[in-house]
């Protein structure tokens, strides 16, 4: 699976959009990138996938390059309780390599 | 509620000893994944099953292992604890078979090894 890089931590201003960066340069064409988020130590949470289209649903929006070789997640008005870990992941569509491979995420974090 | 259930959630156990977690997947859901996590390395992939067989490995020490019952429902079975076995372990479910689909978690099982 592709690798990607995140930073390590972000801060946002609740209310305002948050948007999170993510490149993964060596993404293949059959890979998916998808986004978690981990709540302090509970289970990480699906927010939204996409292949090449930018996608958006009624946690978030992900727009993904042209090139495919990085995306950013938003958050369009960030509330306290999006104060997360957020895991931007690569993850292969072949069958039997379904594995989501997580990396070191950012930290986002809210302020009132 | 992502529908996976993980029993259970505290689990406070002494160095040599061996425990079992186990993981409810969403119903429908043919794959298991189990996931380690602990303070110094993050989420990291043990294992998955597909319909009660091994699909893929990840970084799985010989003392654990795992399987998947004929209801779909798995264990991690975690033997001659140490003390760096202490971590959050997950379970995740999704469909298999198809890779755009999203994986659940389940709220996980905190081990503590003493």
């Known amino acids: 699976d592709a690798k990607t890089t995140q930073p390590t931590s972000m801060d946002c201003a609740e209310g305002r959009a948050a948007n999170l960066p993510c490149n993964h340069s060596?993404?293949?064409?059959?890979?998916?990138v998808y986004w978690y988020r981990q709540i302090h130590s509970q289970g990480p949470q699906y927010i939204i996938h996409g292949l090449k289209n930018n996608e958006t649903n009624e946690m978030a929006s992900l727009i993904i390059t042209e090139d495919r070789k990085s995306s950013t997640l938003i958050l369009p008005h960030a509330t306290l309780r999006d104060t997360a870990v957020y895991y931007c992941?690569?993850?292969?569509?072949?069958?039997?390599?379904?594995?989501?491979?997580f990396g070191t995420g950012t930290r986002l974090t809210i302020i009132p | 509620d992502s529908g996976v259930t993980q029993t259970p959630k505290h689990l406070i156990t002494a160095t040599g000893q061996r425990v079992t977690l186990r993981c409810s997947p969403r119903?429908?859901?043919?794959?298991v994944y189990w996931y380690q996590q602990s303070l110094d390395q993050g989420l990291q992939f043990l294992i998955q099953?597909?319909?009660?067989?091994?699909?893929a490995k990840g970084n799985i020490l010989e003392r654990f292992s795992a399987q998947q019952f004929p209801d779909l429902h798995s264990e991690l079975n975690l033997s001659s604890l140490e003390l760096g076995d202490s971590a959050l372990y997950f379970c995740?479910?999704?469909?298999?078979?198809?890779?755009?689909?999203?994986?659940?978690f389940g709220q996980g099982t905190r081990l503590t090894v003493v």
């Open positions: 060596t993404i293949s064409g059959n890979e998916y």
């Open positions: 992941i690569v993850r292969s569509a072949n069958f039997g390599n379904e594995k989501l491979t």
């Open positions: 119903s429908g859901d043919l794959s």
């Open positions: 099953y597909y319909n009660g067989e091994e699909r």
């Open positions: 995740a479910s999704s469909v298999a078979g198809q890779g755009w689909t999203e994986a659940f």
